[in-house]
């Protein structure tokens, strides 16, 4: 038998749990979207750079 306040600190460990799990699938999707971006902004200086002087 759990008393009410052993529930009310699982409550918040699962709630603490969920917010780390939230923050880190954040963290990846950031990661993902600035190597996109980055990869794209790479390509379009090539891209200037051959327009400029196209040898």
């Known amino acids: ?3 009410h306040v052993d529930e009310q ?3 918040r ?3 603490a749990k969920a917010k780390r799990q939230q923050r880190r699938q954040q963290r990846e999707e950031l990661d993902k979207a600035r190597a996109h971006g980055l990869t794209a ?3 379009a200086k090539m891209a200037r750079w ?3 002087d196209p040898e």
Request: glycine share 0%; proline share 0%.
């Open 50 to 52: 051959q327009q400029e």
């Open 9 to 11: 600190i699982a409550a």
């Open 41 to 43: 902004r790479h390509l």
């Open 13 to 15: 460990i699962a709630a």
């Open 1 to 3: 038998m759990t008393s």
